[in-house]
């Protein structure tokens, strides 16, 4: 069974880095995408990007030059920094198995959500 | 890119059908056949209710289909239970910069 986790200080002040991991368990992060997903209080979901284990991402050109996603096969995990962060990134972050290929898009397993405050 | 256009809410008695809707554009619903479903239940992570526009994962009870006509996706839940209440997202690829979006979200109640 694939289980996700998602890890992370709940609370980051305005202009700083969020900084959140991903452990992975029950499958090998060395196979499929995987993904950073947030929900905004009102609900709306947002996909922020994602990341192959060969290191490549893609991102959502809205987000795009405040978001570094990375991973580490040693440990299973793959990791989200949001810089500059301000109250509107204040959200329930997701972390999920992203099937995603030429021919399909859609995500599998999530975790189970870590709420994120910005807020000094 | 705009999100995925749903309507807030739906309702419908047990053991009737109920269908939520999902428009996009060419660009994105109308373009591919990636539209999936997410049903989310209050203070849970989102599951996986549909994929491909029509597929089901293991495991997913069968009352829940998907269909797409032109820019528009559809669930159908069919056989209404008190546990289908919940909230609803559909989801598509677009081919622009490799990008996902999501719908807005439809309450499900089950009166």
């Known amino acids: 069974q694939v289980q996700l986790q998602e890890s992370g200080p709940g609370l980051v002040k305005p202009s700083e880095t969020l900084s959140l991991t991903c452990t992975v368990s029950g499958d090998s992060i060395s196979s499929y995408y995987w993904s950073w997903i947030r929900q905004f209080p009102g609900k709306g979901l947002e996909w922020i990007g994602n990341?192959?284990?060969?290191?490549?991402?893609n991102c959502n050109p809205s987000l795009k030059s405040r978001v570094t996603i990375s991973l580490d096969t040693s440990k299973n995990q793959f990791s989200l920094k949001l810089s500059s962060v301000t109250a509107a990134d204040t959200a329930v972050y997701y972390c999920?198995?992203?099937?995603?290929?030429?021919?399909?898009?859609?995500?599998?397993?999530w975790g189970q959500g870590t709420l994120v405050t910005v807020s000094s | 890119q705009s999100a995925l256009t749903q309507p807030p809410s739906a309702s419908g008695s047990p053991g009737q059908s109920v269908t939520i809707s999902c428009t996009g554009t060419?660009?994105?619903?109308?373009?591919?056949?990636?539209v999936s479903w997410y049903q989310q239940h209050p203070g849970k992570a989102p599951k996986l209710i549909i994929y491909?526009?029509?597929k089901r994962p293991s495991g997913v009870s069968d009352r829940f289909s998907g269909s797409k006509s032109g820019n528009t996706a559809s669930l159908t839940v069919s056989g209404l239970q008190a546990e289908d209440e919940a909230d609803y997202y559909c989801s598509s690829y677009t081919g622009s910069n490799n990008l996902v979006i999501f719908g807005g979200g439809t309450k499900l109640t089950v009166l």
């Open positions: 491909e526009v029509t």
């Open positions: 990341i192959y284990y060969t290191g490549t991402t």
């Open positions: 999920a198995r992203h099937r995603y290929s030429g021919a399909s898009s859609y995500f599998d397993y």
């Open positions: 060419s660009s994105d619903v109308g373009a591919y056949n990636y």
